[in-house]
């Protein structure tokens, strides 16, 4: 059926249409086109495949070859001793790591030698999304044959701009059986990771992918802390330890932290091969992604913000008479201004989410009397108990939220008038803008309580209920909703098709040889998919690495940290994946090579979890105490009260004192003070000292990749 749909606005005339699609007919497309109440929906599917070799050809993409004679590709060699060599290296090749074998099948494809990679059917095989990114280089490149703008080269382009195109989008039905694909892909006959991530890459292309495998491999290794995480809980339960005086406690939160190093760096290794299998490396890839990034691609992808960047153009730059040759050209401005007004939007923003979350602090009663930041009039009573608890959580929750969608605008219209050259430039901008304010606003709190009140007790409370109340809004936000909205969609748009023309109807069965009634139930399918909200992979990297924060930052404070987390992981796994296939509009096929600045957020949170821990182990609680009891001293500040005393007490917040107050507190003997700073700063530097250990010796670790890397060396110096 239909690959792409062209949304016009309902402004553009019919002449124009029929222009258009006389344009693409010749480019071999087959179209149908459907009348909406705002818009008009031109449906199209490609039919000439030489077109698509062409241009994969032109784009250097890399495809396996099947030709016997080109497994152990041609080589002009004059020395004997060199041809030798290449024998040897040929010979080699049968006792090496299938997947070397596998990568070294592949070659840049030439259209001229298309016969290579013929199978024995004569057919190029070809993934849904290299089809996928060769149709949209076709339609970004069609030049502008009537006039529309005059200034543009590029006929979409123009349409764009002048507001009559309003998107381009990928289609499909909603038929894709996910239930059966995470079925297939679990077997036990195969590697079901590698399975999974292939089938989404195949379909969605390597961004998506790189996403659900970065998921995948944090599950899979997340199984290694559940497993220390249990044994801790049932330590502590045996010998009936409170989280503050527990000796486990801090030996799993230097587990996780070592972990944390671990995972990332493997994580490193695997997106290599990655990298390597999916032929996303290398100046290859970036000839490709210089040519796939259009000006047409740019505007689609943020479309709702090209406006906004036309309108900013105009304040980047201005017109000016160039001393050299006298021409009007445009200079940019003072860069130093521009980021001096971006940087102040963006504090503003900060100011006014520190001043809520101070609020949020004294509401939900975490602020003393005898604190700086108390403020008296807006103490809630009873604001203890857990009723009241969570309704104040929820607003929490909802109002940071809101913020955060307000600070995603201020930050897109601040990267835009940075006027980044590419758009790989312009998302690293504006990842590290959100990325950087809303892990501030999800982890002040805990910050605040943990570091500031030094109640460790406080602190694993809040996160709880924090963590359960900001999950359970994002199921809602991401897929119970877009569910609604899309029961809503089908039933605006369940008499589209039917209304259409019996011709019509006729001729698309033909084209297709699918019988009517199938037609209609397609074809409305993809009519619905193309007015869906269209994803952003941000916020779901964003939940993976807030989670990650969760399990490294505090884990001596939620012993049960990463079993809570694994669990909310699964459930992030199977909703991401039903909702990209079900709920969003299909992404754009978009080449990638890695999850982008993410594995660098990561590797700073290694390092902060450090010292986060550490403040829990020594300032927050009693723990350093059953390491290194004759550097301290303990007094119990218990007050004398008896059960019956205690079960007569109605006020739940007072009750909650008299159960934190009875713990043991410790401070430094008097001569130890200066011993027990020096434990902390040795502890610190030693876990510093392994993190770093840990990730050289798995970069010195050898991989089939580093094998596969080095034979294409030396095969080319054996070409020389």
């Known amino acids: ?32 086109v459907i009348f909406q109440n705002t818009s008009i929906v031109m449906m199209l599917y490609l039919k000439n495949n030489d077109l698509i070799l062409q241009t994969l050809s032109d784009l250097h993409i890399e495809l396996p070859k099947y030709s016997k004679k080109s497994f152990q590709s041609k080589i002009q060699i004059q020395n004997r001793k060199k041809l030798e060599k290449y024998r040897q290296f040929i010979k080699i090749r049968d006792f090496l790591d299938s997947n070397i074998k596998e990568m070294e099948l592949y070659s840049k494809f030439k259209y001229s030698d298309k016969n290579k990679y013929e199978d024995s ?97 944090l599950i899979k290794n997340m199984l290694i802390l559940v497993i220390f995480g249990l044994i801790t809980f049932f330590l502590d339960e045996h010998y009936k330890y409170d989280v503050t005086k527990s000796p486990f406690e801090p030996l799993y939160a230097a587990l996780t932290v070592l972990w944390a190093a671990y995972f990332v760096s493997k994580w490193n290794q695997r997106q290599l091969e990655y990298q390597v299998k999916w032929r996303s490396q290398g100046k290859n890839f970036d000839h490709l992604s210089s040519k796939l990034e259009l000006s047409l691609l740019k505007c689609l992808k943020h479309k709702s913000h090209f406006q906004i960047q036309e309108s900013l153009r105009r304040i980047v ?32 923003y900060v100011i006014l989410l520190v001043a809520f979350l101070i609020v949020s602090l004294n509401m939900r009663g975490y602020v003393d009397s005898k604190q700086s930041f108390y403020i008296e009039i807006i103490q809630i009573p009873y604001c203890k108990n857990i009723y009241v608890s969570y309704l104040l959580a929820v607003i929490h929750v909802v109002f940071v939220n809101y913020l955060n969608s307000k600070y995603k605008q201020v930050s897109i219209t601040t990267s835009l008038s940075e006027d980044h050259k590419s758009l790989q430039t312009f998302e690293r901008s504006l990842i590290i803008k959100r990325f950087t304010f809303e892990i501030f606003s999800a982890f002040f709190d805990f910050f605040y309580i943990g570091f500031v009140n030094d109640d460790i007790n406080q602190l694993k409370q809040e996160m709880i209920q924090m963590f359960m109340v900001d999950e359970l809004r994002r199921i809602f936000t991401e897929t119970i909703l877009p569910s609604i909205s899309k029961l809503q969609l089908i039933q605006q748009q369940k008499y589209i098709i039917k209304r259409m023309p019996k011709e019509q109807l006729e001729a698309i069965s033909q084209e297709f040889q699918i019988n009517e009634t199938q037609i209609v139930q397609v074809l409305q399918s993809q ?108 007094t119990n500040t218990q007050p004398q009260i008896t059960q019956a005393q205690y079960d007569e007490i109605e006020d ?69």
């Not at 038929?175 to 999974?196: A, I, P």
């Open 121 to 217: 059917q004569n057919i190029v095989e070809i993934d849904s999304h290299l089809r996928e990114i060769a149709i949209y280089q076709i339609l970004a490149t069609i030049k502008n044959s009537y006039d529309i703008s005059n200034e543009q080269q590029y006929m979409f382009v123009a349409l764009k701009q002048k507001g009559l195109l309003l998107d381009i989008c990928p289609v499909r039905t909603f038929r894709h059986s996910t239930y059966g694909e995470l079925k297939q892909s679990f077997e036990l006959k195969v590697n079901f990771l590698d399975q999974l991530v292939g089938n989404i890459r195949s379909q969605m292309g390597e961004q998506i992918a790189f996403y659900f495998a970065f998921l995948l491999y």
């Open 1 to 32: 059926m239909y690959e792409v749909a062209i949304i016009f606005n309902e402004k553009i005339q019919d002449d124009e249409i029929q222009l258009i699609s006389n344009i693409l007919k010749g480019f071999g497309f087959t179209y149908t």
């Open 317 to 348: 730059y201005s017109d000016e008479l160039d001393p050299v040759s006298g021409l009007k050209v445009q200079i940019k401005k003072n860069i130093f201004k521009i980021y001096l007004d971006s940087a102040i939007r963006i504090i503003g």
């Open 652 to 720: 739940n917040e007072i009750k909650i004192m008299f159960q934190t107050c009875g713990l043991l507190t410790a401070k430094p003997l008097p001569n130890k003070s200066s011993q027990a700073t020096l434990v902390v700063i040795f502890i610190e530097h030693i876990l510093l000292i392994m993190i770093y250990f840990i990730k050289k010796l798995i970069n010195l670790q050898q991989t089939w990749v580093d094998i596969y890397l080095k034979r294409k060396i030396y095969k080319r110096s054996l070409k020389e």
């Open 527 to 634: 009519l619905i998919s193309c007015y869906l909200p269209k994803y952003e992979s941000f916020d779901d990297y964003l939940e993976i690495i807030l989670n990650f924060g969760y399990v490294c930052f505090f884990t001596s404070a939620v012993r049960v940290a990463g079993i809570v987390v694994t669990l909310f992981l699964f459930i992030e796994f199977f909703s991401d994946y039903y909702k990209i296939y079900h709920l969003y509009q299909k992404p754009f096929a978009v080449k990638s090579n890695s999850i982008g600045p993410w594995t660098k957020a990561m590797d700073i949170i290694c390092v902060i979890s450090v010292f986060t821990n550490l403040m829990l182990f020594a300032v927050a609680s009693d723990q350093i105490v059953k390491f290194f009891p004759n550097l301290f001293e303990e």
